[in-house]
């Protein structure tokens, strides 16, 4: 199995930032891509970004495009978001996902991933 953990969630002030990480553990795996999503109160889980194991390609919700960044360091089986210029709309639990080799679905969507964490809360207030 793999373990992904999440950390670096916490309160902050609208127009500040925050950098989650999430560590991967566990048996050796292949990732093809690793991403974030969120899910905020009474709402669905939403993407939020993904980087390709190569660290090349990345994808981001549109909508974040500019003030989310998202980053991996593969020596260290670890996952970053850095979250610029936070909106209390950007509240909510951010989940790390992992996607295996050969996984089909979208990288925009949850099919797309096999393995999650369980979450860390961001809270932005106005």
């Known amino acids: 199995q793999v373990q992904l953990v999440e950390s670096g969630g916490g309160l902050v002030q609208a127009g500040g930032s925050l950098r989650l990480s999430c560590v991967a553990s566990?048996?050796?795996?292949?990732?093809?891509?690793m991403g974030w999503f969120r899910q905020a109160p009474g709402k669905e889980r939403e993407f939020v970004a993904a980087v390709r194991r190569s660290g090349g390609t990345t994808y981001y919700a549109e909508s974040l495009k500019g003030r989310f960044t998202i980053s991996r360091d593969n020596a260290k089986n670890t996952l970053y978001l850095q979250m610029n210029v936070l909106k209390p709309e950007d509240t909510a639990v951010y989940y790390c996902?992992?996607?295996?080799?050969?996984?089909?679905?979208?990288?925009?969507?949850?099919?797309?991933?096999?393995?999650w964490g369980r979450g860390t809360q961001v809270t932005v207030s106005s």
């Open positions: 996902a992992a996607r295996s080799l050969g996984r089909s679905g979208s990288y925009y969507g949850i099919e797309g991933y096999d393995y």
């Open positions: 566990g048996r050796t795996f292949s990732s093809d891509a």
